[in-house]
């Protein structure tokens, strides 16, 4: 038998381990050329991670740049349903805090499945309770939740967004793209629990934008308060109001009732929701007589003393009687319009002509939408005289047959304000960065001049006499003179005839007469009585009123402000 | 010579495996301290926005308006027989008034009821 000596045996040792050096070499060359990075690659999905960053969505402000619409940051919660021990207990505690059913919760906490949403975006308390209760399997995810902390608001002009942030309704909708932001993607360190340990962002998120908007708090505030006694006192079944600024036609307040609550858009019903300033159409009854008036004049057929005789009340036209409201007999053109006579404007229309009158009812906006910056506005009806039957000279100049928006009749009634120019009417000022620095601004719009500033003056004067001694006396304001026009219109019946009982109540005016800063359009939706001079008018009066004193004292408190600002040293 | 060269070597780029170890531990460890100040800043920045938001919703009219009807039944408009009226201030006068003004501050009740505020700065005298 062989037995090696020890020098062999050494050598034999010493030649192992290089054998097994080389082959470790191999190895490790191996792994370095070839797998390297597939290694790398299992590494650095164990150990970091990359995340969508959700950006901030803008928040919109009033013009005095008061919260309307913030993110609140909220907890989501979640389960790991194989995790939870105890399903029963849990499902009836969690009912009972998140106020959800209790079938439901044990139906998604019996769930095979290692995630499922049990409620999201609930709010701080409730999540405060559920984490003392320490439950295991139960977690939380940070998101953001959209609120609006003036809840009702101002709510149809803002709209809502929904669970994901996204633009639903109003304003949110149609900036949704300058408030939404862009999404970012950060890349983050984790340990072996799967936390989040260090990030580093590797494509910023882009915060979404602010509104600031023309919308004034104080006056949408007054106007909605104003609107809500009134619908309570003449048991309306719906009403709208808008508020302009009549030089500029930047829109200072626009409600509706019914209104809904955007923190909980979810419980109201879609009429509710409607925006019916801009997405309802009526029949405006008198308050069109302003068109008519307007045309007349502009083409000088008429002026403000000649006679018209009014038929004691009763005229024929085709093979329809017509009749006032109240029997009149000789009225000039100014008493004409102040007694809201359909007689002496009926009259006055067919020496106008039917042409002429569908120009300017073009002209001032009708039938056509206004660009306002809100999606569902409508056009209107305003059919062209070639499909006028024989009583439409009858109908349409006293606001018949053609249909109109209460931002159209706002809109109209600042042509007169201003002077003759319709203006585009628009809700959002500005679109302002994190630090209020303006990125987009929206200045005045005129679309066109609708009638000469002599024309306005004129009809100023007449519509100051409607306030004065006619139909609108409700709107008069002490030491203020204010322009406006009543409007009591028949609905129309499902059968196509007009009714009897339902009614449309309205008014339009601006004040001061003189420098006007306001105008307004106020309309009632069967209301009870149904008289616009008798249920819209008195809230054109108190919404004026107490506009006017904000707006002044508002003013006022600047100027000086500013004066002082001058003489600091 | 050749041996000790070799052992050397692999001992340099052991140290160097070593203290890369040691980096990324480290690095782990500042991560966790990192990862706590990062949540509580979130938890303090979270508090902030709902308390601004709860700040909105107090200062809201309609709410203001609400809790003034629902919990002071007695409240009432002041009566005309109440009030002072004055008479439109001079330019030299504003100044003066911009301190009172300001000294009465940005109250809530001053801000929701700004139609008392020219009976509310009236002075005897004025």
Known sequence: MYIPTKSVRKHLINCSFFFLLV???IRLSYIHFFRSNFLKDIARRQQSVFVEVEPVRGAILDRNLSALAVNVPADSLYAVPKEIKQKEKTARLLANILQLDYSFLKERLSRDKSFIWLSRKISPEQSKTIRKLN???LGFIRESKRSYPKNILCSHVLGVAGLDNIGLEGLELFYNQELSGKKGWSLYLRDARQRKLIGTNFLPAKDGFSLVLNIDEVIQFIAETELDKALKKFHAKGASIVLLDPNSGRILAMANRPTYNPNDFKASSAAARRNRAICDFFEPGSVFKIVTASAALEEKK???????FCENGEYRVANHILHDHTP??????TEVIAQSSNIGVTKIAKIVGAEILYRYINLFGFGKTLGVDLYGEVKGVNKPPSVWSKTSIAAVPIGQEVTVTALQLASAISVIANGGLLMQPFIVDSIVDENNNPIRKN??????????????ERLKKILVEV???GTGKLAKVDYLKVAGKTGTAQKVEENGTYSHSKFTASFIGFAPADRPQIAMAIIFDEPHPYYGGVVAAPVFKEVATKSLRYLNSRYYISEV???TKKGTP | MKLTKAFSIIATVNIFALLIVYQRTEITKFSYKNKKSEDSLAQLMDRRDYLKFRIEYCKSLDRINDQLFAEVSNFQLPGEAQIVMLNKPQASQKKADLAKVSNKGTGLLSKTFFWLEPEAQAEPGE
Not at chain 1, 328 to 333: A, I, K, R, T, Y
């Open chain 1, 328 to 333: 009149h007999g000789w009225l000039s053109f």
């Open chain 1, 561 to 563: 402000s500013y004066e």
């Open chain 1, 135 to 137: 439950i295991e399997g």
């Open chain 1, 23 to 25: 082959l470790l070499l």
């Open chain 1, 443 to 456: 200045y005045p719009q005129i679309l066109r001049r609708v009638i000469s500033q002599s024309t306005a």
């Open chain 1, 467 to 469: 306030v004065e001694s």
């Open chain 1, 302 to 308: 008429v002026a403000e003393n000649d006679k018209f």
